[in-house]
T-cell receptor, first 115, second 115 residues
Framework: AQTVTQSQPEMSVQEAETVTLSCTYDTSENNYYLFWYKQPPSRQMILVIRQEAYKQQNATENRFSVNFQKAAKSFSLKISDSQLGDTAMYFCAFMRYNAGNMLTFGGGTRLMVKP | EAGVVQSPRYKIIEKKQPVAFWCNPISGHNTLYWYRQNLGQGPELLIRYENEEAVDDSQLPKDRFSAERLKGVDSTLKIQPAELGDSAVYLC?????????????FGQGTRLTVV
């Protein structure tokens, strides 16, 4: 079974600054995918960024980037130029390859962006 | 394109009463998921459907929970009778393919409060 751990229950950052959210996971699989989801107060989970484990290059999506360390089983999210709209819960998630696209989520990090 | 639609958004019931949640996935999405999200935690998978077939329901408490997906489109999740510990957000998601990683699109969830 896979486990996903987010060790930071809450984080805060000043608007326009950079923040990094941590995630570690445990798996015996070699092929898998990792995701960061954002959940605003509306409760709808929104995909922020995804990483395929076989790719060494870290994924980036505009202001969002990841630091994927496969050997260390670490997958952190960096948000640059933080905006007030980034305030939300952030969940790290794991997906096994060819396993029905089912997600295993971490416990979440509550991010508050302060003006 | 309409997203995943769930209803109701909120439900308050007394313990031992039945309750049902409804989900309409994105048109054309064969795979449908029900997740339960306890307060302050990440979502956990309850059941996955491929078309009308439940292919993974190992985490569904079958003594009181049931689900169906008639005609492989809409789905209903039922709890009977509800217990206090069932208070949570119930999220529905859908995806277009299981052959390769496919983004799961989530609805806004139903927040259930059992009193």
């Amino acid at each position: 079974a896979q486990t996903v751990t987010q060790s930071q229950p809450e984080m805060s950052v000043q608007e326009a600054e950079t923040v990094t959210l941590s995630c570690t996971y445990d798996t015996s699989e070699n092929n898998y995918y990792l995701f960061w989801y954002k959940q605003p107060p509306s409760r709808q989970m929104i995909l922020v960024i995804r990483q395929e484990a076989y790719k060494q290059q870290n994924a980036t999506e505009n202001r969002f980037s990841v630091n994927f360390q496969k050997a260390a089983k670490s997958f952190s999210l960096k948000i640059s130029d933080s905006q007030l709209g980034d305030t939300a819960m952030y969940f790290c998630a794991f997906m096994r390859y060819n396993a029905g696209n089912m997600l295993t989520f971490g416990g979440g990090t509550r991010l508050m962006v302060k003006p | 394109e309409a997203g995943v639609v769930q209803s109701p958004r909120y439900k308050i019931i007394e313990k031992k009463q039945p309750v049902a949640f409804w989900c309409n996935p994105i048109s054309g999405h064969n795979t449908l998921y029900w997740y339960r999200q306890n307060l302050g935690q990440g979502p956990e998978l309850l059941i996955r459907y491929e078309n009308e077939e439940a292919v993974d329901d190992s985490q569904l408490p079958k003594d009181r929970f049931s689900a169906e997906r008639l005609k492989g489109v809409d789905s209903t999740l039922k709890i009977q009778p509800a217990e206090l510990g069932d208070s949570a957000v119930y999220l529905c998601a859908s995806s277009g393919s299981t052959g390769r990683p496919s983004e799961a699109f989530f609805g806004q969830g139903t927040r259930l409060t059992v009193v």
